[in-house]
């Protein structure tokens, strides 16, 4: 069992940047890839980013390359989104999930077995 626990949203300015955190409970974080999602009013949770559980590969979705980097600190149980040059678009929810097919690298809701409860990120224009 993990539990994921996400901070570090808030309100900002087109062009800012905020970092998130991801804090894991369990020992078993190191096993897990950790994935990003992120939910908008009205639409459906989509994939923002992944990184693998070792750290050495990560993927993006096409709307924040260049723009968003993911990271993790095993020792620290933690995974990061650093977000810069952020955009009104970018408005929503974030979840930290962990998946226990590690070095899948997947995209997709249903491979993650654990999930956050999410915070909000708020971009002005």
């Known amino acids: 069992q993990v539990q994921l626990v996400e901070s570090g949203g808030g309100l900002v300015q087109a062009g800012e940047s905020l970092r998130l955190s991801c804090v894991a409970s369990?020992?078993?974080?190191?096993?897990?890839?950790m994935g990003w999602f992120r939910q908008a009013p009205g639409k459906e949770r989509e994939f923002v980013a992944v990184?693998?559980?070792?750290?050495?590969?990560?993927k993006y979705t096409d709307s924040v390359k260049g723009r968003f980097t993911v990271s993790r600190d095993n020792a620290k149980n933690t995974v990061f989104l650093q977000m810069n040059s952020l955009k009104p678009e970018d408005t929503a929810v974030y979840y930290c999930?962990?998946?226990?097919?590690?070095?899948?690298?997947?995209?997709?809701?249903?491979?993650?077995?654990?999930w956050g409860q999410g915070t909000q990120v708020t971009v002005s224009s």
């Open positions: 999930a962990a998946d226990r097919q590690r070095g899948s690298l997947n995209t997709g809701i249903r491979d993650y077995d654990y």
């Open positions: 990184i693998s559980w070792i750290g050495g590969r990560t």
């Open positions: 369990g020992r078993t974080f190191t096993t897990y890839d």
